[in-house]
């Protein structure tokens, strides 16, 4: 299974994208993951991504490329994966398509989660997010337990640096501006396949399983 994650930052899609490449046991590949723990690493891509990250830009298309080259230069990827938050831009999505033409893949769905921005908002600006195992909190849901701790691996939940009102609203703004035009690139190649984000965890799940 070959798949691509589209949507808007807050529509649940880092969530959706765990569940389903654990269920069929293919890499979740999220660019953002890897420019966090590089930025935490200090790496020289760390240094280079941080500004960007922080401030809610997107990272360049060249050193974004790179960064996935690199990942497909191992087997890794031989039995499927699931990109989550790549491609981002056209010239990604294009860069991304010649690649893997070259490598013979062809990708089987690509997932576009749909939330209106009032709910994204919201939900972006309750997240709290576990510093190890990445899962997604709401802030809500914390204070119901009480516990600032991962109910998975037990480490700290924290609020990521680019979660804040005025960096979200500029996250948004990206999105439409520069990864939007990516549900005509992929549905004029038959690949998307629209889903409703609103509801619960697992009622989003199944309405991704039964496209798959
Ligand atoms: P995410 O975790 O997917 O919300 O990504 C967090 C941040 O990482 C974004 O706001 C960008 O700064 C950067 N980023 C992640 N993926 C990409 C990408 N494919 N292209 C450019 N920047 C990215």
Redesign the pocket.
């Given at each position: 299974m070959r798949l691509i994650f589209l949507g808007a930052?807050g529509v649940g899609?880092?969530t959706q994208a765990k569940k389903i490449a654990s269920k069929f046991n293919i890499p979740h590949v999220?660019?953002?993951?890897?420019?966090?723990a590089e930025i935490k690493k200090g790496s020289i891509l760390g240094k280079k991504?941080a500004e960007?990250?922080?401030?809610?830009?997107?990272?360049?298309?060249e050193?974004?490329l790179e960064m996935?080259k690199e990942q497909f230069k191992t087997d890794r990827f031989k039995s499927g994966f699931l990109m989550?938050?790549?491609?981002?831009?056209l010239e990604?999505a294009e860069k991304f398509s010649k690649l893997l033409k070259e490598l013979d893949i062809k990708i089987d769905r690509v997932i576009n989660i749909v939330v209106d921005e009032e709910e994204i908002v919201k939900r972006l600006t309750n997240r709290l997010v576990c510093g190890e195992c990445k899962k997604i909190f709401s802030l809500s849901e914390v204070n119901k337990n009480g516990s600032f701790l991962c109910d998975v691996c037990g480490s700290e939940l924290s609020k990521?640096k680019?979660d804040s009102e005025e960096v979200i609203k500029h996250?948004i703004e990206?999105y439409k501006s520069q990864t939007q035009p990516l549900v005509e690139f992929y549905s004029k190649k038959k690949l998307l396949e629209n889903i409703d984000g609103h509801g619960t965890e697992d009622e989003i799940f199944e309405r991704i399983l039964a496209r798959l």
């Amino acid at each position: 299974m070959r798949l691509i994650f589209l949507g808007a930052p807050g529509v649940g899609k880092g969530t959706q994208a765990k569940k389903i490449a654990s269920k069929f046991n293919i890499p979740h590949v999220s660019t953002g993951d890897i420019l966090r723990a590089e930025i935490k690493k200090g790496s020289i891509l760390g240094k280079k991504a941080a500004e960007f990250v922080h401030s809610g830009k997107l990272v360049p298309d060249e050193i974004i490329l790179e960064m996935i080259k690199e990942q497909f230069k191992t087997d890794r990827f031989k039995s499927g994966f699931l990109m989550d938050g790549f491609p981002r831009t056209l010239e990604q999505a294009e860069k991304f398509s010649k690649l893997l033409k070259e490598l013979d893949i062809k990708i089987d769905r690509v997932i576009n989660i749909v939330v209106d921005e009032e709910e994204i908002v919201k939900r972006l600006t309750n997240r709290l997010v576990c510093g190890e195992c990445k899962k997604i909190f709401s802030l809500s849901e914390v204070n119901k337990n009480g516990s600032f701790l991962c109910d998975v691996c037990g480490s700290e939940l924290s609020k990521r640096k680019d979660d804040s009102e005025e960096v979200i609203k500029h996250r948004i703004e990206v999105y439409k501006s520069q990864t939007q035009p990516l549900v005509e690139f992929y549905s004029k190649k038959k690949l998307l396949e629209n889903i409703d984000g609103h509801g619960t965890e697992d009622e989003i799940f199944e309405r991704i399983l039964a496209r798959l």
